[in-house]
């Protein structure tokens, strides 16, 4: 399958000193050349223009460069010492640059490509430019290619949108569950690998990739640029943070948010995302020191009912709330004691448990 936007969104050819004339920027280091694509810099190559925007990509960036590629750099990375050397269109908004130059990329809105077998849900909308393989099942009102969430601020702090041009798509044999929302990439594809499976409303940002035979459990979301592996299982309402890349094999956690890589194999839970018998360890001890805590409290004697247990008095009872007189007055609370800190557990969390 060959997917829409692989190669980059071709652009009428034009000299780099053309492209500062008309968008702004300067060419530093003595650059020239003409741009004929708009490719991502990790498969830029010659006469390709690849957007540098964030200090993650610049060794792709160094390597893009000796391919003979062609940068456009934000000019906030100039401050590093090896991006400054460079060769490049620096910008001091290069995201809204690139915004322009899409606006006027040749990317044409073809219709949806749908692969033999496959099952379209009622409602799910397949947007232009999406390729769908065989075998594979949509649930119904799933949206696939929409425009992905990407925006660039100009001058004045102007805001617009960037154009989303690199499309959808999706390999043999992936199951798409219902209400599920896949973004359109930017300048290649969002990729859903071979043997895939998403449970309901599952989000897919733009330019992500989720490899083969991973499994995503419901209400999970994965924000921009983010790579999955193969054969990754995700519980539900994962939450992952964009640019960030889950290892073959890894496992996570339900509800577990992910802000940093995680490694091939590993298993990790709680937010931040940390491997599992840390978290259930640390979980674990908060719980015991919220216990002591909790213990070394003793209720005023005016407030114990004749079984002990703590009443308020009558001012303090809610009208609307029948269980609101078995909570005692703020006032009873030492100082410098929060109140969710009044918990009381003899087991920590079971080893087993908080997974799906």
């Known amino acids: 399958m060959t997917p829409p936007g692989s190669a980059g969104i071709p652009l009428s050819p034009r000299s780099l000193e053309d492209h500062v004339q008309r968008h702004g920027g300067a060419l530093r280091n003595d650059v020239h050349g003409v741009v004929r694509r708009l490719v991502p810099v990790a498969r830029a190559g010659p006469g390709d223009l690849a957007p540098l925007l964030g200090a ?56 949806p490509v749908i692969g033999e077998g496959a099952k379209i849900g009622r ?43 690199g499309g959808v798509v999706i390999e043999d044999d992936v199951h798409i569950g219902a209400l599920c929302t896949i973004a359109s990439g930017t300048l290649g594809p969002t990729v859903i690998r071979r043997g895939a499976k998403l449970d309901a409303q599952v989000h897919v940002a733009h330019n992500c990739e989720v490899g083969e035979d991973t499994v995503i459990a419901a209400q ?74 909790a213990g070394s409290v003793s209720p005023s004697p005016s407030l114990r009912g004749p079984t002990g247990f703590t009443s308020p008095p009558p001012s303090v009872v809610s009208p609307i709330h029948p269980l609101s007189s078995t909570v005692p007055p703020a006032a009873s609370v030492p100082a410098g004691l929060r109140p969710e800190a009044i918990i009381r557990r003899t087991d920590p969390p079971s080893p087993t448990g908080g997974e799906s």
């Open 56 to 111: 993650r990509y610049v060794d792709d960036a160094i390597a893009a460069v000796a391919r003979g590629a062609f940068l456009l750099v934000d000019e906030a990375l100039a401050a590093r010492e090896d991006v400054a050397r460079l060769p490049g269109w620096f910008h001091p908004h290069a995201a809204w640059a690139l915004a322009e130059l899409l606006d006027a990329g040749d990317a044409p809105a073809d219709d």
């Open 123 to 165: 409602g799910a909308i397949l947007m232009p430019r999406v390729r769908i393989g065989a075998r594979v099942t949509i649930g119904p009102g799933a949206v696939i290619g929409d425009a992905g969430f990407g925006w660039a601020t100009g001058p004045g702090g102007a805001t617009r949108a960037i154009p989303q041009l």
């Open 220 to 293: 999970s979301g994965i924000a921009g640029s983010v790579t999955v592996g193969r054969a990754v299982l995700m519980g539900g309402q994962v939450g992952v943070a964009d640019h960030v890349v889950i290892g073959d094999g890894a496992r996570i956690a339900a509800k577990s948010g992910v802000i940093g890589d995680v490694a091939s194999g590993s298993t990790v839970a709680g937010y931040p995302a940390v491997e599992r018998h840390r978290w259930l360890r640390g979980l674990a001890e908060l719980y015991r020191l919220a216990s002591n805590r």
